[in-house]
Structures are given as C-alpha cells and as structure tokens.
C-alpha cells in the first residue's frame, strides 16, 4: 500500500472515531438526563457544554499541530476520549457530566481539525470533492455508530460508553501502526485565524450550520419523537436512519460538486435541507413516511459541509488552510452551543419547536450562501 493511500485511509479512521465520540455521547447523555428528570432546556444546556471544550480548544489547535505534527495531536485527542468516555460511567454526581462533556468537546474537536486539514493537504483538486466526500462519510459512520451501539446494547451498566472507550483506544492504536506520512504545517506566525472572516464567510455559516444542526438533532431527536408517540428504541434508530443517510448519500453528492459550480450544489441543499423539515411534523406521524425522509434530509444537510470544505480546499493550503479551520472550529463551537440551547427552547415553547429551527436555519443559509460570490 502506497504511503498517500495508507495515510489516507488513517486519516479517515481518525473522521469515524471523532463523529463516534459525538454520536454516542450526545443522545446517551440525553437519554440519561431526561430519565433523571430533567427538562429539554436543562438537557440542551448539557449538550452546549460539548461546544464550550470545542471553543476552549479551538484557538490553541494550530500552533499545537505545528509543535506536535498532525499523527501525535491526533494519537493523543484519541488517548483523551477513550479516557473521558469511561470516566462518565464512574462519575459520582450527574453534574460531573458537565466538565466531562467540555472535556470531550476538546479532544473530538482536535481530531476534526487534525484529520480534515490533513486529509486537505493530501489530496489533489481534481479529486477533492469525492475525497472530501468519502471523509464526510467515514466521520457520518462514526457518528451513525454511536446511535446503533446505543440501540443495540441499552444504556444499562454503562457498557456503552465502555464500547465507545475501547474503540477510540483501537483507533489509537492503527494510528500508531499505521505509520501515516507525520505532515506538520510549516512554522509561520499562524496570525489571527479571524482575519478570515472576511475571506469565507460562507464556509463559516456552513460550519456553525452543521454544528447547530447535528448537536441539536443528536440530543434531541429522541425526545422530539418520543414526545409524539415513539418508543425509546425506535426514536433512537431514527437517529441511526438519519446517519445512514448522512453516510450513503455523500459520494453522490461529491461526484455532482466535482462536475457542477459547487456554490449551486450547496445552495439547492440548502432548500432541500429547509423544505424536509418544514414535513417532518407531518412524516412522524407514519414511520413508512420518516424513516426515508429522515434518510433524504441527513444526505442533504451533511451534503452541505461535504461541498464547503471541497471549496475551501480549492482555495487554500498549508498555514491559511489550518488557520481556516481553526476559524471554523470557533464556529462550529458555537453552533453547536447554540444548537441545543435554542432547539431545546423552541421545543419548550412549540411541540414542533425543534423542526421549525432547522427549517429556519437551513432556508437562512441558503439565502445567505446565495447572496455570496
């Protein structure tokens, strides 16, 4: 195996084990919450914490990658979240998740920045789209794995997040083996990463939409069906049905951003994004009606990030890559703070609060992203 292919394809690893990370925490946590009793805006609260660790972490990730390289900052944001995925079953007080969660946000966050950033630097333009593509497909898996671990295993004796800790310590472990080329961005002052704001403001919306949407959605889609008459395990595999969606639907979409003007791609995503979730208040009411509606929108918005981050790497390289991704992580922190606090709000004021608040978001990017040159 060549060493671009073999560096690839760890890089790739490294997607699947932080969406897993994501995945699994997020509705287990929830899950675990509202049987304790808690409120929808408590457990959005929990949720934002995942953000605050992302936010915490995010400035610091490019002049680590530069000290450490890509494969060691990646070997240890592993190591982090294996660690913290068992020491939430151990944990003596539930508000003890609350710094455990931020704690998780940082090393996920570390392994997004790392694999996406160095994935870009590999990878050739002609290409990128669908190698972008199979990277958002590979973090999807992950992230569609944490759900099915959940359904498949139950929340009883915490042997989720065991299975959740024993992953990402293999992960670390094909890392090692793996040997993938140890990239390191070059030592140049890195600057401030907002001074590329101005430069892609559409990737940030993109990013922060993402972010809103998927931490939102994990924590809270369970609960949003099962307020309309869904049993907790099938209000779970909605999730794992959204995911595959996310997972299937990629490649397609890479294929199309590589033969059509991508800001067209991205802007016709965004509509169908906006439309399905104006209808999922209507297809909950029939699983024959959400699961393959939950399938198309989870391809849709994904799709979205997917077609981004294959501009951006058109674009930019090396340092203004990595201090571009570090931007986005900012933003990503964000909406994922955001997500959860809001859609937990709008679920408290409206029964259909949470897909009134994708709907919002989605058409407000498309319009955005449509006004940008």
């Not at 490019?62 to 890509?70: M, N, V």
């Not at 004796?157 to 472990?173: M, R, W, Y």
């Amino acid at each position: 195996m060549s060493g671009y292919i073999r560096t690839s394809a760890v890089v790739v690893l490294t997607a699947a084990i932080f969406g897993l990370t994501y995945g699994l925490s997020a509705p287990l946590i929830a899950l675990e919450l509202a049987e304790a009793g808690y409120s929808e805006g408590f457990i959005g609260a929990n949720g934002a914490m995942y953000a605050i660790g992302v936010l915490l972490a995010a400035p610091y990730l490019p002049g680590l990658a530069q000290r450490l390289g890509f494969s060691a900052l990646a070997k240890s944001a592993l190591l982090a979240s294996s660690g913290l995925l068992v020491l939430f079953p151990l944990a003596p007080f539930l508000w003890i998740w609350y710094p455990l969660r931020a704690a998780l946000g940082a090393a996920s966050e570390t392994l997004f920045v790392v694999s996406e950033t160095w994935l870009n630097q590999l990878v050739a333009q002609k290409n990128r789209g669908r190698t972008m593509a199979i990277y958002v497909t590979a973090l999807s898996c992950g992230t569609a794995l944490g759900p099915a671990i959940l359904t498949l295993v139950g929340r009883e004796e915490s042997v989720a997040f065991f299975i959740g800790a024993a992953i990402a310590f293999l992960a670390c472990v094909i890392l090692f083996l793996g040997k993938p080329k140890a990239l390191s961005p070059a030592r140049e002052e890195m600057g401030n990463p907002f001074r590329y704001l101005k430069l892609v403001p559409v990737a940030v919306a993109s990013s922060a939409l993402n972010a809103a949407l998927e931490a939102a959605g994990l924590t809270l889609l369970p609960l949003y069906a099962m307020r309309l008459g869904w049993t907790e395990d099938s209000a779970t595999l909605l999730l794992t049905v959204l995911l595959i969606g996310a997972i299937t639907l990629q490649l397609p979409i890479g294929w199309l951003a590589d033969r059509l003007p991508r800001q067209h791609v991205l802007i016709v995503l965004s509509i169908i994004s906006a439309v399905g979730a104006l209808v999922w208040p209507i297809a909950f009411s029939n699983p024959w009606l959400a699961y393959p509606l939950l399938y198309l929108w989870g391809g849709a918005f994904v799709g979205i990030y997917t077609t981004t981050i294959a501009m951006l790497g058109d674009a930019y390289k090396d340092n203004e890559l990595l201090g571009i991704y570090a931007l986005l992580s900012i933003f990503w922190g964000i909406g994922a703070l955001l997500g959860p606090l809001i859609g937990g709000l709008a679920m408290e004021l409206s029964p259909h609060g949470l897909p009134i608040f994708a709907a919002v978001i989605c058409g407000g990017f498309a319009l955005f992203s449509g006004s940008r040159k």
